[in-house]
């Protein structure tokens, strides 16, 4: 193979020095130094904006860095664009799929490429590295009928298609199973072991980077904080440095997904919040036989759903995900009208799809999907806070810019939103923080009912940690809280009782104690408990 | 960016477009035979240096900002409202019934005559209203087809005096005109300096501050623009698009029906003098959407951009007058015209590709 056998193994694949970029005022990067050896795969652990994905968009030529060098096999290099780092053999699978669905597998392979099309070379070649690989896949199926992580394994397949010896893979089990996840894995493990590459993992999962790699690189806030073997490293000490700090056991194991499920479960009720937590007898919420149905073909979103939530309560909802969870959650933020049944909170009946009826009836919800619904970017963090209660703010309909920014930042302060200001634009934060700007406001609200639709996605340990806490004190304060998650473990640790969905209707409902992983895998799959 | 660099940047940006189409047009003028030093002085001259002709451009800078004032309220709401050349004719139409068929003498009457025009702008962009809100139908189809509509129906109510149509001893040769508005109904033109133009420019302007107000401070505002940022997250706060879409819409069509009331009854010579004619709106609506447009759809940057147009639009009257053909006077007063709009669309772009990238840079 081109590019990767030949050079002297002592000499790294990839050395970066000093490397330095800023974004206005906020250091993405600060004096990052990172070495590559061929044969080995590297992990770069690091909370959400620790600066993992700058780094690499550095080495592939997306972002220029202000500062430091770039060695590739000894010889310094300056990566202007994509193009130049392919060229050096450095190839990248992003977090983010870029694939045209309309377009079959080996076609999207050879997007991209240039001069006259071979197909039945690119055909030829797809099953040559899926073979290879052992990425089984179908080089004629349509892409956008595929699982995620099928689409990622054409993803890979581009990326291999290019030949590079320097390979990263950006967050690559965001979106994969536990199997898949394994999979890939061994793929890895593969591609560096046979074929002396080298590899880079980028992560926040503490187990995927202990299991699958050789050495670890963790950063935090910009800057390395600590490197070492693999063999030298175990998930405690590693969270430590990654966080800055210790994080609790409970939502450290949510967060990295360590397996221990049932051991997990266990510690539920010692914690002893579940004893403080007086749930009522009278439901606050009751969905009672509640049908959606879709706008093309009349499907049914939602089957026949019925559900009641007491105030201090947990529940959670699990179920594979485009089980009806989305609907649900849509139904509960006003968002889409019933076809049939009835949502009622404290015992008076809510106009479902009218605006805000939701809202004024006591139900927050955390979307799913924040820029959805759940926020506005191109507007302000105050008035992003402010959005579905701007009278209290007001008078006679004008609002108080006193009042406002006043209003905004004692919320800032009490959820620690890390802004610029109540006028910085909500497109200027990251993630983590869009999401505290949802829970602050519809925490703020002082909702009966509160309903988190996968609110920890996407989140780091420390957020995950965070929004626990807080869904856990919300159910204290007396809210019901509706939890529709696809992390079981998540599910598993909070909740008081757990429903599953499957194709819209609710399969199964599990007292805390009942619910363990192999129940609740039955039910998700739509057999019968 | 500091708020002195992007200033610095504004004026980079319109100087460089301006001198390019200037450069342009110096080169097209000089093909065709003309000289471009003259066009320019001409320009300048129309518009502002001239005796009486500051004056003159205010006073059609003042129908332009009220008509880019309801774009911008229905652009804030999401909504592309392109139909104001008919809602301003609508308003003039409605204006003119009212003077003549229903109000009597007195000021009074004229206050009543701009409110009549604004009901009747609203009235026109509700129907494209009642066909997105009820029916889905896009708005930016209905009200630009609207506007031809329009053309057709006041050009028939032109036709029967019961209508618009003015009576046979006050119209000569069968014209379809409607009545000349009488004296003491007129907008009145103060003098100032040799200048002459209609109160409706203060009008304009406090309009403009307070559509600012409105939109920067009110709740209702403030729901408005989280309905044209996100519908759903403002459906989910109780922002219904159809309440707050088919307002916006209506009081997008009720300024550029003011704006058409305020032309008939404060024009002069500029716009029918104090008639209501065929082509009576004579691209106003038109030139006010794209007043909005480099106003990048903001009620106080209007005012300027208003004024400007204006400029354009007198300064070309004078341009007529160098002997260069009015068709290369057209030419340059396109290319102008598009020099203006480049600035805006190029810091769009831009800032939509930082905003893009700065959301990216962030995992």
């Given at each position: 193979?081109?590019?990767?056998?030949?050079?002297?193994?002592?000499?790294?694949?990839?050395?970066?020095?000093?490397?330095?970029?800023?974004?206005?005022?906020?250091?993405?990067?600060?004096?990052?130094?990172?070495?590559?050896?061929?044969?080995?795969?590297?992990?770069?652990?690091?909370?959400?904006?620790?600066?993992?994905?700058?780094?690499?968009?550095?080495?592939?030529?997306?972002?220029?860095?202000?500062?430091?060098?770039?060695?590739?096999?000894?010889?310094?290099?300056?990566?202007?664009?994509?193009?130049?780092?392919?060229?050096?053999?450095?190839?990248?699978?992003?977090?983010?799929?870029?694939?045209?669905?309309?377009?079959?597998?080996?076609?999207?392979?050879?997007?991209?490429?240039?001069?006259?099309?071979?197909?039945?070379?690119?055909?030829?070649?797809?099953?040559?590295?899926?073979?290879?690989?052992?990425?089984?896949?179908?080089?004629?199926?349509?892409?956008?009928?595929?699982?995620?992580?099928?689409?990622?394994?054409?993803?890979?397949?581009?990326?291999?298609?290019?030949?590079?010896?320097?390979?990263?893979?950006?967050?690559?089990?965001?979106?994969?199973?536990?199997?898949?996840?394994?999979?890939?894995?061994?793929?890895?493990?593969?591609?560096?072991?046979?074929?002396?590459?080298?590899?880079?993992?980028?992560?926040?999962?503490?187990?995927?980077?202990?299991?699958?790699?050789?050495?670890?690189?963790?950063?935090?806030?910009?800057?390395?904080?600590?490197?070492?073997?693999?063999?030298?490293?175990?998930?405690?000490?590693?969270?430590?440095?990654?966080?800055?700090?210790?994080?609790?056991?409970?939502?450290?194991?949510?967060?990295?997904?360590?397996?221990?499920?049932?051991?997990?479960?266990?510690?539920?009720?010692?914690?002893?919040?579940?004893?403080?937590?007086?749930?009522?007898?009278?439901?606050?919420?009751?969905?009672?036989?509640?049908?959606?149905?879709?706008?093309?073909?009349?499907?049914?979103?939602?089957?026949?759903?019925?559900?009641?939530?007491?105030?201090?309560?947990?529940?959670?909802?699990?179920?594979?995900?485009?089980?009806?969870?989305?609907?649900?959650?849509?139904?509960?933020?006003?968002?889409?009208?019933?076809?049939?049944?009835?949502?009622?909170?404290?015992?008076?009946?809510?106009?479902?799809?009218?605006?805000?009826?939701?809202?004024?009836?006591?139900?927050?919800?955390?979307?799913?999907?924040?820029?959805?619904?759940?926020?506005?970017?191109?507007?302000?963090?105050?008035?992003?806070?402010?959005?579905?209660?701007?009278?209290?703010?007001?008078?006679?309909?004008?609002?108080?810019?006193?009042?406002?920014?006043?209003?905004?930042?004692?919320?800032?302060?009490?959820?620690?939103?890390?802004?610029?200001?109540?006028?910085?634009?909500?497109?200027?934060?990251?993630?983590?923080?869009?999401?505290?700007?949802?829970?602050?406001?519809?925490?703020?609200?002082?909702?009966?009912?509160?309903?988190?639709?996968?609110?920890?996605?996407?989140?780091?340990?420390?957020?995950?940690?965070?929004?626990?806490?807080?869904?856990?004190?919300?159910?204290?304060?007396?809210?019901?809280?509706?939890?529709?998650?696809?992390?079981?473990?998540?599910?598993?640790?909070?909740?008081?009782?757990?429903?599953?969905?499957?194709?819209?209707?609710?399969?199964?409902?599990?007292?805390?104690?009942?619910?363990?992983?192999?129940?609740?895998?039955?039910?998700?799959?739509?057999?019968?408990? | 960016?500091?708020?002195?660099?992007?200033?610095?940047?504004?004026?980079?940006?319109?100087?460089?477009?301006?001198?390019?189409?200037?450069?342009?047009?110096?080169?097209?003028?000089?093909?065709?035979?003309?000289?471009?030093?003259?066009?320019?002085?001409?320009?300048?001259?129309?518009?502002?240096?001239?005796?009486?002709?500051?004056?003159?451009?205010?006073g059609i800078a003042a129908p332009l900002l009220l008509v880019a004032l309801g774009t911008v309220i229905s652009a804030k709401a999401g909504l592309i409202n392109i139909g104001q050349e008919g809602q301003l004719l609508m308003g003039a139409a409605f204006a003119v019934f009212f003077s003549f068929r229903i109000g009597g003498p007195g000021p009074l009457n004229v206050v009543l005559l701009l409110l009549f025009g604004a009901l009747g702008g609203a009235v026109w962009a509700s129907v494209a209203g009642l066909l997105r809100f009820w029916r889905g139908v896009p708005e930016v189809l209905s009200t630009l087809l609207l506007v031809f509509v329009a053309v057709q129906a006041v050009g028939y109510g032109l036709k029967w005096q019961w209508l618009l149509l003015?009576?046979?001893?006050?119209?000569?040769?069968?014209?379809?005109?409607?009545?000349?508005?009488?004296?003491?109904?007129?907008?009145?033109?103060?003098?100032?300096?040799?200048?002459?133009?209609?109160?409706?420019?203060?009008?304009?302007?406090?309009?403009?501050?307070?559509?600012?107000?409105?939109?920067?401070?009110?709740?209702?505002?403030?729901?408005?623009?989280?309905?044209?940022?996100?519908?759903?997250?403002?459906?989910?706060?109780?922002?219904?698009?159809?309440?707050?879409?088919?307002?916006?819409?209506?009081?997008?069509?009720?300024?550029?029906?003011?704006?058409?009331?305020?032309?008939?009854?404060?024009?002069?010579?500029?716009?029918?003098?104090?008639?209501?004619?065929?082509?009576?709106?004579?691209?106003?609506?038109?030139?006010?959407?794209?007043?909005?447009?480099?106003?990048?759809?903001?009620?106080?940057?209007?005012?300027?951009?208003?004024?400007?147009?204006?400029?354009?639009?007198?300064?070309?009257?004078?341009?007529?007058?160098?002997?260069?053909?009015?068709?290369?006077?057209?030419?340059?007063?396109?290319?102008?015209?598009?020099?203006?709009?480049?600035?805006?669309?190029?810091?769009?772009?831009?800032?939509?590709?930082?905003?893009?990238?700065?959301?990216?840079?962030?995992?």
């Amino acid at each position: 193979m081109t590019g990767t056998g030949g050079s002297d193994p002592s000499v790294p694949a990839v050395q970066l020095t000093g490397i330095t970029k800023r974004f206005g005022g906020i250091v993405a990067c600060d004096q990052v130094d990172l070495t590559l050896y061929r044969g080995l795969v590297h992990g770069i652990l690091g909370e959400n904006g620790a600066g993992k994905s700058t780094l690499m968009k550095v080495l592939i030529g997306l972002v220029l860095p202000d500062e430091g060098s770039i060695l590739i096999d000894g010889q310094p290099r300056t990566i202007h664009d994509p193009l130049a780092a392919a060229a050096l053999g450095i190839g990248m699978v992003h977090q983010h799929f870029s694939l045209v669905d309309q377009l079959s597998v080996w076609e999207n392979v050879a997007l991209g490429e240039a001069g006259k099309l071979d197909s039945s070379g690119v055909r030829r070649r797809v099953a040559a590295i899926s073979e290879q690989y052992g990425l089984d896949i179908d080089p004629e199926a349509q892409v956008g009928t595929l699982t995620a992580g099928l689409r990622q394994r054409v993803e890979i397949i581009k990326c291999l298609r290019r030949d590079p010896h320097i390979l990263v893979f950006d967050e690559p089990t965001s979106v994969l199973t536990p199997e898949e996840s394994e999979q890939l894995f061994s793929t890895l493990r593969e591609v560096v072991a046979a074929e002396n590459r080298a590899v880079v993992l980028v992560s926040h999962k503490l187990d995927e980077v202990l299991h699958a790699t050789d050495e670890i690189t963790i950063m935090r806030q910009g800057r390395v904080v600590d490197r070492r073997p693999t063999t030298d490293a175990d998930a405690r000490s590693l969270a430590r440095a990654m966080v800055g700090r210790e994080v609790s056991l409970r939502s450290e194991r949510a967060a990295f997904g360590l397996t221990e499920i049932e051991e997990a479960a266990d510690v539920g009720p010692e914690d002893g919040q579940a004893a403080e937590t007086v749930i009522s007898d009278e439901p606050v919420l009751r969905i009672e036989g509640v049908t959606v149905r879709g706008r093309r073909g009349g499907a049914r979103l939602l089957d026949d759903i019925s559900l009641d939530l007491r105030a201090g309560e947990i529940v959670g909802v699990a179920g594979v995900e485009g089980n009806g969870q989305r609907t649900l959650g849509d139904l509960l933020s006003s968002l889409v009208p019933l076809d049939s049944g009835q949502v009622v909170v404290n015992d008076s009946v809510v106009r479902t799809g009218a605006p805000g009826a939701m809202a004024k009836a006591g139900i927050g919800v955390i979307p799913e999907d924040r820029h959805d619904s759940g926020v506005v970017l191109d507007m302000t963090v105050a008035e992003n806070l402010l959005m579905v209660d701007p009278h209290r703010v007001a008078r006679h309909g004008v609002m108080d810019k006193g009042q406002v920014t006043e209003a905004a930042q004692q919320m800032i302060e009490e959820f620690d939103i890390g802004c610029s200001g109540p006028d910085a634009p909500l497109w200027s934060l990251s993630g983590g923080n869009q999401q505290r700007v949802v829970l602050a406001r519809e925490l703020a609200a002082d909702p009966d009912v509160l309903v988190a639709a996968q609110p920890t996605r996407g989140l780091d340990v420390g957020a995950i940690e965070y929004m626990t806490d807080r869904l856990r004190q919300t159910a204290v304060d007396g809210v019901a809280v509706l939890l529709i998650s696809s992390e079981l473990e998540e599910i598993l640790e909070l909740s008081d009782r757990i429903v599953v969905m499957s194709r819209g209707r609710i399969v199964g409902e599990l007292s805390h104690d009942d619910a363990n992983l192999e129940t609740l895998g039955l039910l998700m799959g739509g057999s019968e408990a | 960016m500091t708020r002195g660099a992007r200033a610095a940047e504004w004026v980079v940006l319109y100087a460089l477009s301006i001198v390019v189409a200037l450069a342009i047009s110096s080169v097209i003028v000089k093909a065709t035979g003309g000289d471009w030093w003259p066009v320019v002085e001409a320009l300048v001259d129309g518009s502002i240096k001239a005796p009486g002709r500051w004056g003159e451009t205010l006073g059609i800078a003042a129908p332009l900002l009220l008509v880019a004032l309801g774009t911008v309220i229905s652009a804030k709401a999401g909504l592309i409202n392109i139909g104001q050349e008919g809602q301003l004719l609508m308003g003039a139409a409605f204006a003119v019934f009212f003077s003549f068929r229903i109000g009597g003498p007195g000021p009074l009457n004229v206050v009543l005559l701009l409110l009549f025009g604004a009901l009747g702008g609203a009235v026109w962009a509700s129907v494209a209203g009642l066909l997105r809100f009820w029916r889905g139908v896009p708005e930016v189809l209905s009200t630009l087809l609207l506007v031809f509509v329009a053309v057709q129906a006041v050009g028939y109510g032109l036709k029967w005096q019961w209508l618009l149509l003015a009576d046979e001893a006050s119209r000569g040769n069968r014209n379809l005109v409607s009545e000349q508005l009488a004296k003491d109904n007129r907008i009145p033109r103060p003098d100032i300096f040799g200048n002459e133009f209609p109160i409706t420019v203060y009008v304009a302007l406090a309009l403009a501050l307070a559509v600012a107000y409105v939109l920067a401070r009110t709740v209702w505002g403030f729901r408005l623009r989280m309905l044209g940022h996100n519908p759903r997250a403002a459906q989910r706060s109780g922002v219904s698009s159809t309440v707050y879409g088919a307002t916006a819409l209506a009081i997008g069509g009720a300024f550029a029906g003011l704006a058409g009331a305020a032309m008939f009854a404060g024009g002069g010579f500029s716009f029918g003098n104090y008639r209501l004619v065929p082509g009576f709106s004579d691209f106003i609506g038109w030139t006010g959407l794209l007043v909005a447009l480099m106003a990048r759809e903001r009620a106080l940057p209007a005012v300027v951009a208003a004024f400007v147009f204006a400029m354009l639009r007198t300064g070309a009257g004078f341009v007529n007058s160098t002997g260069v053909e009015s068709r290369i006077t057209d030419v340059v007063q396109g290319l102008l015209v598009l020099a203006l709009l480049v600035p805006p669309a190029v810091v769009f772009l831009r800032d939509r590709r930082r905003a893009r990238a700065a959301a990216t840079e962030r995992v």
